[in-house]
């Protein structure tokens, strides 16, 4: 009798935790709720370009890296700082998904924004792009140590004299002879 009554003891409290864990997981609707969350960051520079394909899987990859940490939905959207928590979230994917390479340069820096800069001649070829963003990816490694000073200086990229823009612009100058030339203006105080 005292086996049958362990027994069933430890058959309820498995249930028990199984239940309690399957509560655990977000349903559909809260995931699709948490991607759509998530749209409202399309427009970062690294996300804008990718197809809608791959910013789905983006979200799908950040939806469940959230979901892994809290895995109760109502909680965490209750919590304090919900959305600079999701901030970090989106920002530790990128970082992670940033290791640069010529394939996440082209998103980083799309070439009609380095044309409209004035950093590449208009009307490469594929294959010329292809090579630039291979040459940016290269000068990137070997300047950066980690992914989070090249997220540092992404961050502070607002000036023409910046290392990334200069690091563009030795791209440009060994594949295509394409030199930018700055004009520098000499303001005099009015007598």
């Not at 990816?137 to 910046?162: G, P, R, W, Y």
Request: aromatic share 10%; with cysteine.
């Amino acid at each position: 009798m005292k086996k049958i009554l362990l027994s069933l003891t430890l058959i309820m409290a498995a249930v028990a935790i199984v239940g309690c864990s399957q509560k655990a997981k977000w349903d559909h609707e809260q995931r699709k709720a948490m991607r759509e969350n998530l749209r409202q960051y399309r427009d970062m520079i690294y996300l804008q370009d990718l197809t809608d394909p791959e910013f789905l899987i983006f979200t799908d990859s950040v939806t469940g890296d959230i979901e892994a940490v809290y895995p109760v939905y109502t909680s965490f959207i209750e919590m304090d700082g919900v959305q600079d928590t999701i901030d970090m979230f989106v920002m530790t994917a990128i970082i992670d998904e940033l290791d640069a390479d010529a394939h996440n340069m082209r998103h980083i820096y799309p070439y009609r924004y380095l044309v409209s800069e004035g950093i590449l001649p208009d009307r490469l070829t594929h294959e010329q792009q292809r090579d630039f963003y291979r040459c940016l990816a290269q000068k990137v490694n070997n300047t950066f140590l980690t992914v989070e000073q090249f997220l540092v200086a992404i961050v502070a990229d607002t000036t023409s004299t910046s290392t990334i823009k200069k690091l563009q612009s030795e791209c440009a100058n060994e594949l295509f002879n394409w030199v930018i030339e700055v004009d520098e203006v000499e303001i005099t105080p009015a007598p």
